[in-house]
């Protein structure tokens, strides 16, 4: 599909080039409109976080790993936070980059929340309340290449049979949000979901993957584990000075040939997984209207659309 390319501040001189454009007619304006900022509305300080509950939530993993997060539903008329209309609502699961909690997501879920989105946002495992084994405390400081951060794997695989136990949740309309090592987890928990015996419990709708990296913690993130997703559309982000990640990204690029609903968005010095939020002030807001105008807006399964 396309690549994104995301401006900085515009300052006297891109004002001047503004108004060239304009005078020059619709084709020019269209061409600047192409890397114009998606939205006015900047996420600073998200709107209605008054209006909505957030529920702390903790279920367990299938090596005996209690995994806590917070599950949060779209504003209703009774301010209690549950459902009483009986709506399902689709779902967002969020899971974050190494040495971060779920809190580094909440600014994009409350947003989500109003409109219309569920979400989940987990812990992984060794991080802010995820820290317990059975008796055995996890730290993920301590946390050795390789397997001990492969089992993040579980984390999503539990936390998707989590969601298809809520009641307000729409099985057939899930969304899943990775930065780092959560979205490496977000790629090699899916497909091992899928191949699970609840698949057909939950439909996985798009995936939004900040800065996945290949051997990235002893953790594979191949061309092959993408495209073993399938045609599941993909909004890639990378930033130039994050080498790695950005590599990582680029070699998916031939992947568009199989999957059009593939996204690929480049950032220069922004930095790793949800830092980029503090270096771009307009990522989350562009992915926000990539899911509510590319995903959710979809009447149709994105399976099928692929094949139209």
Same mark, same amino acid.
């Given at each position: 599909m396309k690549m994104i390319r995301s401006p900085y501040s515009i300052n006297l001189f891109m004002s001047l080039l503004?108004?060239?454009?304009?005078?020059?007619?619709?084709?020019?304006?269209?061409?600047?409109?192409?890397?114009?900022?998606?939205?006015?509305?900047?996420?600073?300080?998200? =709107?209605?976080y008054n209006q909505l509950k957030f529920e702390p939530v903790a279920f367990q993993t299938i090596d005996s790993v209690t995994i806590a997060g917070t599950w949060i539903n779209p504003p209703v008329a009774d301010q209690t936070g549950n459902q009483s209309n009986g709506k399902k609502n689709p779902v967002v699961l969020f899971l974050p980059?190494?040495?971060?909690?779920?809190?580094?997501?909440?600014?994009?879920?409350?947003?989500l929340a109003h409109d219309g989105w569920s979400s989940l946002s987990i812990n992984l495992r060794g991080h802010g309340?995820?820290?317990?084994?059975?008796?055995?405390?996890?730290?993920?400081?301590?946390? =050795?290449?390789?397997?001990?951060?492969?089992?993040?794997?579980?984390?999503?695989?539990?936390?998707?049979?989590?969601?298809?136990g809520r009641p307000e949740a729409d099985p057939s309309f899930l969304v899943i949000?990775?930065?780092?090592?959560?979205?490496?987890?977000?790629?090699h928990g899916v497909r091992s979901f899928q191949n699970g015996p609840s698949a057909g419990k939950l439909k996985i709708r798009a995936m939004v993957l900040l800065s996945p990296g290949h051997g990235y913690r002893g953790?594979?993130?191949?061309?092959?584990?993408?495209?073993?997703?399938?045609?599941i559309p993909i909004f890639f982000c990378a930033s130039f000075d994050d080498k790695l990640s950005y590599d990582t990204v680029q070699s998916f690029r031939p992947l568009e040939t199989l999957n059009r609903g593939l996204t690929f968005h480049f950032?220069?010095?922004?930095?790793h997984g949800t830092t980029m939020f503090t270096k771009n002030s307009y990522l989350q807001q562009q992915i926000i209207d990539w899911l509510n105008t590319k995903i959710k807006a979809k009447d149709t399964d994105p399976q099928e659309k692929q094949n139209q």
């Open positions: 503004i108004a060239l454009f304009v005078c020059m007619g619709p084709g020019a304006a269209c061409l600047w409109a192409a890397d114009s900022p998606p939205s006015p509305q900047v996420i600073i300080n998200p =709107r209605g980059m190494l040495g971060e909690t779920e809190l580094s997501f909440r600014d994009m879920a409350a947003f309340k995820s820290t317990l084994q059975g008796i055995r405390r996890l730290d993920w400081k301590q946390f =050795r290449p390789g397997a001990d951060f492969e089992a993040i794997n579980k984390d999503v695989e539990a936390a998707l049979g989590y969601v298809i949000v990775g930065a780092g090592v959560g979205a490496n987890a977000a790629i953790v594979p993130c191949k061309y092959a584990d993408i495209a073993g997703l399938g045609a950032l220069e010095k922004a930095g």
